[in-house]
């Protein structure tokens, strides 16, 4: 790895900037590239098909483009389909997010776990997966959100979301009855944006699992150790559609992009 690697990090639209703002956590010293796929936005609603036909080759391009030393696909509606076409045709090394039932059924205490993600990560094969390899004998439930992830968009954009659309969204993940549901797992980046929210409009206490800080770690183990230039290098800020951030949306991302000359 060069002295300051270029690392990509790609999503649907402004939720990988979860996980995003911890890899800088970690590597304050790399070179950032962030872009999010808002023309093609929300890859919740669009086939299997199409997604694959629409990140492999966009990948592809920015790679050429941008030449990165580590792609993050911060996006498990695309992470449960294409990492291992990516893996195949591409030789820069990739991390994928993927719904972490498995540390969510090894801490849930009363073995009810919910699943809360897109509507097409909760249909993957590779999510079905997943719980039948890693439930550990919980009580797994999907929760496909239909409009959760747009919502998160909405607010940081700075519009005004009820309470009532949010907990709509999230209603079906608490279970009551022999046991209640304790851990939900934040399967879709974007949701992590709203988490004061989640834990406000709970009807109870839940323990969310956000893998973000985890995939910043799997991002570093790849990296090797930080070599410390104590410099911190430009970042760029992508969205597909060619627009440039609104006022308030560039408010917003100084947040992620703490420091930082953003281009
Ligand atoms: N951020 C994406 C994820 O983690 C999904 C949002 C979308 O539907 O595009 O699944």
């Given at each position: 790895m060069p002295q300051t690697p270029t690392i990509l990090v790609f999503d649907s639209g402004l939720g990988g900037l979860t996980v995003f703002r911890e890899i800088v956590k970690l590597r304050p010293g790399a070179r950032y590239v962030y872009v999010a796929d808002d023309a093609y936005f929300p890859y919740g609603q669009h086939s299997e098909d199409e997604i694959i036909a629409r990140v492999v080759p966009l990948i592809g391009e920015l790679i050429g483009r941008h030449a990165p030393d580590l792609v993050v696909i911060a996006c498990n509606t695309a992470s449960t389909l294409v990492m291992a076409h990516l893996r195949a045709t591409y030789g820069v090394p990739f991390v994928g997010t993927v719904p972490a039932i498995k540390p969510a059924c090894a801490a849930s205490k009363t073995r009810r776990v919910s699943v809360l993600g897109t509507r097409g990560t909760v249909k993957r094969e590779y999510t079905r997966k997943l719980i039948a390899d890693f439930a550990q004998g919980c009580d797994v439930t999907l929760v496909g959100a239909e409009h959760l992830a747009s919502l998160a968009e909405a607010v940081l954009r700075g519009e005004t979301i009820s309470d009532a659309a949010i907990a709509a969204e999230i209603a079906p993940c608490f279970l009551d009855g022999?046991?209640?549901?304790d851990t939900v797992v934040l399967?879709?980046?974007?949701?992590p944006l709203l988490l004061d929210r989640l834990t406000a409009l709970a009807p109870w206490r839940v323990d969310w699992i956000d893998p973000a800080p985890a995939i910043a770690r799997r991002v570093g183990e790849l990296l090797?150790?930080?070599?410390?230039?104590g410099s911190l290098p430009p970042s760029e800020f992508i969205l597909t559609s060619g627009q440039r951030p609104s006022p308030v949306l560039s408010r917003a991302l100084d947040g992620f992009f703490p420091a930082r000359a953003v281009a």
């Open positions: 022999t046991a209640r549901t399967a879709c980046t974007h949701y090797g150790p930080p070599h410390g230039s």
